[in-house]
């Protein structure tokens, strides 16, 4: 299963700075394979004009969401702007950062008419939305650049989980502290608390999509919120009390 190669996210010569060759062959070999489990999905279930609705199914089972998506991404941004792609899917495709490796991106471009390749993209994200996860725009706008975090529910992207854990209880995070609650701080980590299982630990502020809208919070998610907020206020008059004492 593909599914367990790490998507190495640099080019070669990054890799190669970086000593990872090893992880950027891998992943590489994964991406060429992919391109073809592509090409091959099309040609199985393309007919005429018809596309198969289950054409990608098969090629998400076996090489999962992330790496299918940088593939297709690829795929678009080296057809530069060709018309027979919708604007929507290469807006879409624009948002996945493929470092420049010309000679290495080259080889996973999935081949097949352009059109039949914006079927593709677009049976893909319809795909992806089907799984129900929180996205960007349930999400308070700006918030990496504006919002202190800190008592927010914050929502994790995908991208840092594995897709074993992609649900919405691994995605909600209530941000205690840390120095990267605040925008403007040098510090990135944050202490939180999953509000789905209630493990603490810390992420890296780039590692959330934004402060969740307020009317988007699970009623399972608002119970375990309220837990928490309640044990940081006590923890918070226990310390000003504290304070007092040693006075």
Known sequence: METETYLYPYSAGEAKDRGELALW??????????????????????????LEENCLQSVLQNFGYKRTAWVLANTVQQLDG??????QNQSWASQ???????????????????????????QYRRAYQALGLFSPSQCRPDSFERLDYEGKVLVLSPDVLKESY???RAMLWYAHDGFGCSPHAIGRSIRCTGLGDGEMTRWNRADFIGVLKDEFLPDW????????????????EHSAMDGMTMK
């Not at 998610?221 to 918070?236: F, H, N, V």
Request: aromatic share 6%.
């Open 221 to 236: 998610a608002a119970e375990k919120l309220a837990e928490l907020k309640d044990i940081d206020q006590t923890q918070s």
């Open 25 to 50: 062959r891998a992943s590489h070999q994964a991406n060429i394979a992919c391109k073809k489990a592509i090409g091959r999905a099309i040609r199985n279930h393309h007919h005429g004009a018809f």
């Open 82 to 87: 060709d018309s027979r792609i919708s604007g």
């Open 166 to 168: 992609w649900n919405e």
């Open 96 to 122: 996945t950062y493929i470092p420049p490796d010309k000679r290495n991106t080259m080889e996973f471009i999935v081949t097949g008419h352009p059109a039949v390749v914006d079927r593709v993209v677009d």
